[in-house]
């Protein structure tokens, strides 16, 4: 069955985000159903989605438990307000949320995006000092080739300069790390590379720099998702959780794509054991079926808050939607399902022919790295001349044409597929890749 695409006027209206709108309305890509592991497009076709929609629907498209779950609470109560006011579900999804932590997170402060969760975060992580009487602490640090989502706090702390360069001066008193990519010293490391422990050292040249009083918050992606998944080299979070602790700053990380099972623990922070003060996470968490982000706090935070007359506000910071009713049931179902199939281990499991398909496609013209944790992995292609992010751009709509939904970002294709995928589907994305990389210029 195809549905018409709406004609070019009928698409003006609508300003995409994050996407080349001229040459998108002049040869759309609609999607208008999905079930499992795959999307059907508007000609008809089945599109393994290889990203899980955009790092999210960790659990496979259309649950009908979590459908279920979220059509029985929009009937029941449609909305609660959430300050002053509460409803049970968002209590409930909460207390399940620090019971993944196994405790090592106390509190949850509910968003409706990971860009909301990145400065939620961040004023959590500036206020915390003040309410210590470390009002000095207000500098953020974040890294190069960082993404923390759009929001002025995401961008300054972020380091992806287009995010950057059309903005302004963003905030004050930010500074970044460098990252930690380097293809001569690690290209096609399976897991994390060895290389690269060092670059962690670079906070004790900003803590040199700024002085420790007045640094708030680290934060950074254990695997930077959106610059093409970098994978931390082996030692490097464990040198920043150390540093942090010498001087007194929070560790935040941004778990927007690594959370919920990603990495073959419930968050990826338990996966490479090292522990930060906050999380910031979204997607995964309802599967991407409603939007919803959730800040983890680590036990001691928002005990530092509450202080003063128990009649005052504690924190002035709070969306309209956080902890929608819909979004809680949505988030409940979700992780009823992660739990019965075990999904938030699966990657694990996966994790070994996963990584062989995927570095099966060394050799093949133009790729110069590939790299992968868990159920996320990435091929590097070498940007053609003069011309950098063609080759993979057109590697995606190869893709995509041939029935196969892959992401790229720079000239890197990336590829985080529903945790509920076969190994005979991991073997399909695959040989979809190599016959697009063979053929491609
Ligand atoms: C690490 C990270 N942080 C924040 C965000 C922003 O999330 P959102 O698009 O829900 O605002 C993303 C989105 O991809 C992300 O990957």
């Known amino acids: 069955m195809t549905t018409p695409i709406p004609a070019a ?17 002049a040869d759309p890509r609609l999607l208008v159903a999905a079930e499992g592991m795959h ?39 449609d909305y609660a307000p959430p300050f002053q006011m509460g409803h049970p579900a968002a209590f409930e999804l909460a207390g399940r949320l620090t019971a993944l932590t196994q405790g090592k997170m106390g509190q949850v402060f509910f968003t409706n995006s990971g860009s909301e969760s990145v400065d939620t975060a961040l004023k959590i992580a500036i206020a915390y000092h003040r309410l210590r009487g470390e009002g000095t602490r207000t ?38 790390l460098p990252h930690t990519h380097s293809l001569a010293d690690m290209a096609f490391s399976r897991g994390q590379p060895d290389w690269g422990a060092h670059l962690a050292e670079d906070l004790e040249r900003l803590v040199a720099l700024h002085d420790a009083s007045t ?12 610059t093409g ?27 927007v794509i690594t959370g919920y099972g990603r990495t073959g623990a419930p968050f990826a922070f338990q996966r ?83 990584a062989t ?34 080759r993979a751009s057109e590697a995606f709509l190869e893709c995509y044409r041939r029935g196969l939904l892959v992401r790229y970002t720079g000239d890197t294709l990336a590829f985080s597929p529903p945790l509920v995928i076969s190994r005979a589907q991991i ?9 697009v990389l063979a053929e491609l210029a």
């Open 357 to 390: 398909a995927l570095h099966d496609l060394r050799g093949l013209p133009n790729v110069v790295d590939i790299r992968n944790l868990g159920l996320v992995g990435a091929v590097e292609l070498a940007p053609r001349p003069g011309a950098p992010g063609a």
């Open 229 to 255: 998944v970098l994978i931390p080299p082996k030692g490097y979070l464990e040198r920043l959780r150390a540093i942090c602790d010498r001087h007194g700053i929070l560790l935040i990380f941004d778990e």
């Open 9 to 25: 006027a009928d698409l003006e209206a609508l300003w995409m985000p994050f996407t080349a709108n001229r040459q998108f309305k």
């Open 39 to 77: 999307y059907t497009s508007h000609d008809g076709r089945r599109v393994l989605d290889a990203v899980a929609g955009l790092w999210c629907v960790n659990a496979g498209h259309g649950r009908r438990r979590i459908v279920e779950a979220v059509q029985r609470q929009v009937a029941e109560m």
């Open 215 to 226: 640094i708030a918050a680290v934060i950074v992606e254990p695997i930077a998702g959106s």
């Open 139 to 176: 500098r953020l640090i974040g890294r190069e080739r960082g993404y923390h989502g759009v929001g002025f706090g995401g961008i300054s702390v972020g380091g992806i300069v287009s995010n950057r360069k059309f903005f302004g001066p963003l905030l004050n008193g930010v500074d970044h």
């Open 427 to 435: 073997g399909e994305i695959f040989a979809g890749v190599r016959a």
């Open 272 to 354: 490479l054991g090292v522990t930060p003060d906050l999380v910031t996470t979204a997607k995964g968490l309802t599967n991407g079926t409603v939007p919803m982000g959730a800040v983890l706090c680590r036990p001691g935070i928002y005990e530092t808050f509450m202080q003063g007359p128990p009649a005052a506000i504690e924190l002035f910071h709070g969306y309209t939607y956080s902890g929608h009713p819909l979004a809680c049931a949505a988030g409940l179902a979700t992780l009823d399902v992660y739990a019965e199939e075990n999904l938030l281990t699966r990657a694990l499991e996966l994790e070994d022919d996963f």
